[in-house]
């Protein structure tokens, strides 16, 4: 049994980041990243970071932490090609954001590291002062987990808005449903921390849901994915005043 452990462990380590390779290389070929919502990336940046701060405090299984270091690397690379091959009506390129501080709707992703080296060098701060209370350990679990456990809202909103799935990947869609199904029954054999398996029951409900709208809506491209010119562009503000 110790091998299928070890295989097990490696599954989890590699299989989340993996994940997002497909959707990656159908953005570039595309050169458009419609249809996927980059607030995906923030969520999975900003949760894994501060999961590897819990693994300071309360060292659970070491797998679990190489998922976050390489899940942080792949997320990066994910970010930097959503951003090179945005939508022109995206909010970053007609510089319309209604978000506080134009949060994540950056025009640079320059401007992303540094949010993110500023989260960084916060958490490390809070970690340096508070790090020895059980308390705010457990805290910062519920916060990184909780966050994760979000990761499938912004794509679900978004194919919502669209009435379609069009540029989001059946590959990655799939990927969450089989990866965080094994997940869970991961956690629960393993006796992880609460805080995991409480975070990916509720993210597996929310895929499940993506799934229902995959047979509703279908795939077929929105009106914003059709747009090839001036005109289009100018006609789609027209309708969207």
């Not at 497909?22 to 900003?46: E, M, N, Y």
């Not at 894994?48 to 997320?75: K, P």
């Not at 091959?85 to 992703?109: A, C, I, K, M, V």
């Amino acid at each position: 049994m110790s091998w299928l452990a070890t295989l097990a462990s490696i599954g989890m380590a590699v299989g989340p980041p993996l994940v997002y390779a497909d959707q990656a290389i159908s953005i570039v070929r595309k050169k458009d990243s419609t249809g996927f919502s980059h607030d995906v990336c923030a969520i999975l940046l900003i949760a894994n970071i501060t999961r590897c701060f819990f693994w300071l405090g309360d060292h659970y299984e070491l797998a679990l932490l190489v998922q976050s270091i390489l899940m942080i690397l792949a997320q990066l690379a994910l970010l930097y090609i959503c951003i090179l091959y945005r939508p022109r009506l995206s909010p970053e390129g007609l510089g319309g954001s209604t978000r506080p501080l134009t949060f994540w709707q950056w025009p640079n992703y320059s401007q992303y590291i540094e949010f993110l080296a500023g989260l960084v060098l916060c958490q490390a701060i809070l970690f340096l002062i508070f790090g020895r209370f059980e308390t705010f350990v457990s805290i910062l679990g519920f916060v990184a987990l909780g966050l994760e456990s979000t990761l499938p809202i912004p794509q679900l909103i978004s194919n919502y808005n669209q009435r379609s799935l069009y540029g989001f990947r059946m590959s990655t869609l799939v990927g969450w449903a089989g990866g965080d199904s094994f997940k869970t029954a991961y956690f629960f054999l393993q006796n992880s921390p609460l805080q995991f398996k409480v975070c990916a029951i509720f993210q597996l409900s929310v895929d499940c849901a993506i799934v229902i709208q995959r047979v509703s809506y279908g795939n077929a491209p929105p009106i914003t994915a059709l747009l090839t010119d001036e005109d289009d562009l100018e006609e789609a503000l027209v309708l969207a005043s």
